[in-house]
């Protein structure tokens, strides 16, 4: 049961991948190169055929979500997990993991405007282009005689658009992280990686730690300073307001209790409204 349900949760991760990176679609471009990858079964791959035949147009990332829910509920009816609060914390982590899949697809699917960035290209090429023309002026010391142009080169207003330049096409490399580009991330190994690291939590290290051994601070109780601190020791740090001085006549308190006569006559006042409303019912 738990191989099952990490794998459920990997190969839900992947069929969201397989939606945003190219490289994933590649990969994997149909169900059944999942079923040889070992994230899906014969029998999973049918059913989730037969959905796709029927409804062919929503993603189907929730389905084994959904399979590792109902799981762990049969887990709990069949006493394999110890309380409810348990099968609560299981839920709600899978709940957020299909909500994270699906905020994923929605950024996907519902881009920037095209013409957001159209404008931002002309307008940084626009720009460096007329202020590298700008940054050349005629200088002229009499007037009526004609005006030379001044041939030095612009070299900050060049430097300004190599930052310029720099800018746009970083912002042009964000707009799709998960594609095939060096800056864009490594999709394939995460996919690798969290299989692995899934199926070695649930059945190498579960129910599994050292042995229990008293650690070398156990007479100390805790330590003063961890061994090399001479060498690398800082400050503490210090809080903001370590060091503000209030004057006393400042120091009071924002708000007084009421007087101990007033609450004795609200008390008082509730008893007997509290009375006259009881008998009057």
Not at 174 to 184: A, Y
Not at 202 to 227: A, G, I, R, S, T
């Amino acid at each position: 049961m738990r191989r099952t349900i990490v794998r459920y949760v990997c190969l839900c991760i992947t069929m969201v991948l397989i939606r945003v990176a190219p490289r994933v679609k590649k990969r994997f471009p149909t169900l059944q190169r999942l079923v040889e990858a070992g994230l899906l079964t014969d029998s999973e791959r049918t059913i989730i055929a037969k959905m796709d035949e029927r409804f062919p147009r929503p993603s189907k990332h929730w389905m084994p979500i959904v399979w590792a829910a109902s799981i762990v509920t049969r887990a709990r009816k069949e006493g394999l997990i110890r309380d409810d609060f348990a099968v609560k914390t299981l839920i709600d982590q899978l709940n957020s993991l299909r909500d994270s899949a699906s905020i994923l697809l929605k950024y996907d699917t519902i881009t920037i405007p095209l013409v957001y960035t159209q404008v931002v290209t002309l307008a940084v090429y626009s720009y460096c282009a007329a202020n590298i023309l700008a940054s050349q002026w005629f200088e002229s010391s009499d007037e009526g005689k004609d005006q030379a142009l001044d041939v030095y080169f612009p070299f900050f207003s060049t430097l300004q658009f190599f930052f310029y330049m720099g800018w746009l096409k970083v912002a042009e490399v964000l707009i799709n992280p998960f594609g095939e580009d060096d800056e864009d991330f490594e999709v394939n190994w995460m996919i690798d990686e969290n299989l692995k690291g899934c199926y070695m939590i649930v059945d190498e290290m579960h129910d599994e730690h050292p042995e229990l051994v008293k650690d070398q601070y156990w007479d100390e109780v805790f330590p003063n300073e961890l061994p090399g601190a001479e060498e690398f020791h800082e400050q503490h740090p210090e809080a903001s307001t370590s060091k503000l001085e209030i004057p006393e006549a400042e120091a009071h308190l924002t708000s007084k209790l009421p007087p101990k006569i007033i609450v004795d006559d609200m008390v008082r006042a509730n008893n007997q409204r509290f009375k006259k409303e009881f008998f009057c019912c």
